[in-house]
């Protein structure tokens, strides 16, 4: 892990850093309710060997969707959506493919897919791919999504859409719309003052203490979010260890919780943060 991070990602385009910030968030350990390569944390249907398979499996598309993006530069913001969902949803196909039908990244997918056709985007109209520009095309390709997906359907079928009408909740919907804000405001101020796995764990934590979490209130309610975002608040304000982490591992893994919306915006963050 430490040759990875390493590397110089400035000089990478935004598919190959997408690439390897998956590898990097699944390597991270301890990763609390999460897998990583001591345990499956709060997981009985994935490892640590699934998701590598997955990784494999994803990351070809990730150049497909920056090309997407470069092919359909011109068209206006309200169309790309439509546009990049059927291979958004070939590659959750792949991923399946590879995974006996686990659902190792969905959630990734969603996410650094996004980046990926926004920065493919951005090169088409000969512009600058910097965080700010991603953020700023994300939040426009998906403008009106919570709308559409969320408000629009007073029949609640997802657990995105029961989320939202009982707690008001938005998910992974309301923060690509917003434009990776949790990311913008919780991470990414402070990811150049640290180094190494600790700027990793400290990242982790912070998403965890501020990101509503969809994944934790599928599991456990809002009493399970407001548990794993006291906990790592807490620890936020402490000199923690590895032992403490691995104490919040074993209290999540006890209460089956796992924040894995977390761990897929701390891929984003890894992006984002390597980039002008």
Known sequence: MAGLLATNPQQDDVPTLAARALRIELDLTPKPGLVDRANTGSHQDMDHALFVKSIAAITPWFSAFMQAGQAHAHKPASEQLRLLRPQGI??????????????????????????????????????????DALCRQVSEICRGLVARELMARPQAATAGEKQFHAYGLTGARGEVEQGFITV?????????????????????????????????????????????????????????NSDSLREMDNALMARRLSPGGSADLLAVAYVLASLP
């Not at 969905?106 to 493919?120: D, N, Q, R, T, V």
């Not at 003052?193 to 764990?201: I, K, M, T």
């Not at 934590?205 to 009493?223: C, I, K, Q």
């Open 184 to 240: 913008r405001r919780a991470v990414l101020p402070f990811w150049h003052q640290e180094q190494g796995e600790r700027r990793l764990h400290n990242a982790l934590l912070r998403l965890m203490a501020a990101n509503a979490d969809s994944n934790l209130v599928s599991r456990g309610g809002m009493a399970g979010l407001r548990y794993v975002q006291d906990y790592a608040a807490a620890l936020l304000a402490t000199s923690w």
């Open 90 to 131: 070939a590659c959750e196909q792949a991923m399946l493919s590879a995974t006996n039908g686990v659902n190792t990244h969905k959630g990734g997918i969603f996410s650094l897919g996004l980046l990926c056709f926004a920065a493919g985007r951005l090169q088409g109209q000969n512009r600058v791919v910097s965080a």
